[in-house]
């Protein structure tokens, strides 16, 4: 099972993708525990995209895409700002609050806690960012 | 596997400059985008050859155009193709009849800076159709699509006979078809994506239709919709001040590409330019900024 949808980079879309994978997850039988966790990375992923990557621009469109098989719920985001590169290592603050992640940021923490594998690609076909969370029986 | 993300700051190029690039490399590696420049340094015949396949056959032979030999059925020429050495860009027209200064069909590539290709111009019009002398101004001037000056009188005749801003006759309804060859053509170049700058709202709405998404403009897209609610910043512009800004426009996606090419977002602090789109080829991307808009 396979459902896309595409948005305009901003904040409000985060609560747009949120309703969407929640009806995803209710279709496919994803449970609440792993939704959970796909809501928590796509969040943090977005906002990445919408205050980082579309800086300085009128922002453009931001896709998600969801794959369901079997024991393997895949994710794809993908925007055509600046894009990302690897950078070195930073540890997150452990005095730093959710509202206020201090220096680096949380959101790679918070999708590497939560997702088995993760990808970036950047090209003609614009920046796309998949996660692979495997699902338990 | 990374760990943190940054943002980069220099663009990076798609592929390599089309410079840097052997015929060698180009035939042992098939996953190396080639540019136009590439293909406009070939030989007259070899680009000849491969610039055939932006054309749809059913378009030509529908004008009985000899779709090998670009002829008519008198043997004279229907096709210009512009493609010179040196340069990234080509251009192929075709025209119905003597008159080449008016195509059916007309398009235009580019290599952009990035080394990927964007699709400059796409024009196509019913020769049957009546036309409206939009495209020059009441003095002969031309108005680049309306977008440096405008023929009021006449593009007030095309508004009124269903046509959008830009226009000067209505269209031939082959738009899928010659995207298809389109991506069909960038697919044997080894390219994922292409872009454009759409030229009015209505152009913007049929390529969302056609699959594109925004790199830039999605936001404006949305506050434009929002803006065309009842009592929103654009439709109290829609005052009848001029007969593009008729109220019932705000309803229609034509009727809000008038007013729009009329100058009513100067009501929102913007201006319909810097928007910016792609296709990723072979993915429909599903935007929808005017759900449940009719044209």
Known sequence: MRSQTTRAAELETLATFRDFIDEFCLLSGVGDDACHDLKL????ACTNVVTHGYAGMNPGSIMLALDFEPQLMTVEITDFGHPFEPSEPEAPDPEATLDDPGRGGLGLYFIYQTMDEIGYRSGEEGNVLTFIKRLED | MFRNLR???????????????SIDEIISDA????????????????????????????????????????????????????AK?????????????????????????????LNGIDLNLLVLSDPDAPRFQT?????????????????????????????????TRAGLRASSEVFSHLESFLTLLAHHAYFLEPLSYASAWVFER????????HKLMD??????????????????????????????????????????????????????????VGRNAGADTYPGGEY
């Open chain 1, 41 to 44: 990375a796509v969040d943090e």
């Open chain 2, 7 to 21: 943002v980069r700051r220099e663009p990076q190029k798609f592929a390599p400059d089309p410079l840097q690039v």
């Open chain 2, 31 to 82: 996953s190396i985008p080639v540019s136009i420049r590439s293909i406009n340094n070939l030989p007259d015949n070899a680009k000849r050859r491969l610039y055939r396949a932006l054309i749809p056959i059913g378009l030509l032979t529908r004008f009985r155009i000899n779709p090998r030999s670009w002829k008519g059925p008198d043997g004279s020429d229907q096709v210009d193709l512009f």
């Open chain 2, 85 to 113: 050495p040196e340069s990234g860009l080509v251009n192929l027209s075709i025209w119905n009849g003597e008159d080449r200064d008016d195509p059916i069909f007309t398009i235009e590539l580019e290599d952009n800076s």
């Open chain 2, 135 to 167: 495209d020059f101004d009441e003095t002969g001037a031309r108005t680049e699509f309306g977008t440096v000056r405008r023929h009021l009188d006449a593009e007030e005749r095309a508004m009124n006979a269903g046509l959008a801003p830009g226009q």
């Open chain 2, 210 to 217: 056609r699959g594109f998404a925004y790199v830039r403009g």
């Open chain 2, 223 to 280: 506050e434009i919709h929002e803006g065309f609610q009842p009592e929103g910043r654009l439709y109290r512009q829609l005052d009848e001040s001029t007969s593009f800004r008729a109220q019932d426009h705000w309803n229609s996606v034509r009727g809000r590409a008038w007013a729009i090419h009329d100058g009513i977002l100067d009501a929102m602090d913007a201006r319909w330019d810097g928007l910016r789109m792609i296709k990723q």
